[in-house]
């Protein structure tokens, strides 16, 4: 996520830490490296001409002038100008209607069908809801039956009146919702390649007709600065709440985030992070700022760890380890609730501090897998007790595994310098290696 924009501001904001003095002439370089990263990564030119002037003024401000450390201060002066650009607060759902009725809109592409699946999930997962996924989009080939195979796999109901009046489905849905006790409603509406007349007075009927509390606008991220020209076009016409970004685990720029805001008063309340009907996330303005700055979001990684890691495994691994026991089946133990997190490169980048060279490594998913193989190919003794893994030992576990012995010495060392690692925080004779 804006991995290519937040290299090139890191970089840029690393040239004035170390600086004992802010003047217009020492900040020059850095507010320009600022603004052709802000427009290469296709921010509006209208956005990064304000954000410089914001950022400039106030790091040439008396409050800069007077701290010890004026280098940190514009640091900060950048964050919090990101953070008011993307929005300043987090923007939440609306959950408290009877049932509450959230209406999707978009242009075809920009993935609502799918969003419309990860939005049922997180509500009757995060919320506690019971949701309704409601097919209104009657034009699309087979856009009917992608939303009942996404209902099937999420056990989340589809109520579809096949190519019938789109406004009435929706009506006749709400109905059907209230009879049968669901509490949340969402309508996956039409969308078209671009925007027109047919398509707007569609929306706009159903609208008039159900209502909703909430319209949102699924955006592709890819799609740079177009993204707010669609944006424009459907506000002009429906009173959106908000938008939701697509695709920002692909290689987007990031433009259309940092512009939307500012230029239509819209704001993100989620974005896509994977393909994955988990992969979804609130928009916290705050959070993609210290990420794009390399600060790190570790609420965003704490909340995720308590949603898939077993607690009471993890507490159990907790009081192994303040008694100096730590074994290979406990490590596999904790290897599985990682899995859990997702890929493993997009945990490193939450973590503040990463060296950029860290945080471009790929992890194969294949070597974790080795690492488990072996693992379960020793006896529950030997994992218990890794000091009796002698020559024979190892042979028999290498070609249980299918992996070579190599790998499990590897697997060893790796396995025991971590142990006496543990052991020196626990002694408190853990010294940084610099």
Known sequence: MFESLGDRLQSAVKKIRGYGKITEDNISEVTREIRLALLEADVNYKVVKEFIANVKEKALGEEVAKSLKPGEMFVKIVKDELVSLLGGEKADLYVDGNPSILMLVGLQGAGKTTMIGKLGLMLRKKYNKKPLLVACDVYRPAAIEQLKQIGRELNIEVYDEGKNDPVLIAKNAINYAKENKFNYVLLDTAGRLHIDEALMDELNNINTDVKPDEILLVVDSMTGQDAINVIEGFNNTLPLTGAILTKLDGDTRGGAALSIRHLTNIPIKFVGVSEKMDGIEPFYPE??????????????????????????????TAKKLEQGKFDLEDFLSQLKQIKKLGPLENIIKMLPGVPKELKNVKVDPKDMAHIEAIILSMTPYERRHPEVLKATRKLRIAKGSGRSVEEVNRLLKQFEE?????????????KMPF
Do not use: C, H, W
Not at 292 to 307: C, N
Not at 418 to 430: A, H
């Open 287 to 316: 959070r993609i700022a210290t990420r794009i700055l390399g600060m790190g979001d570790i609420m965003t990684m704490l909340e995720k760890a308590e949603e898939v890691i077993d607690q009471d495994e993890a507490m159990k």
């Open 418 to 430: 971590m142990r006496k690692m543990i052991k020196q925080f626990k002694n408190g004779n853990f």
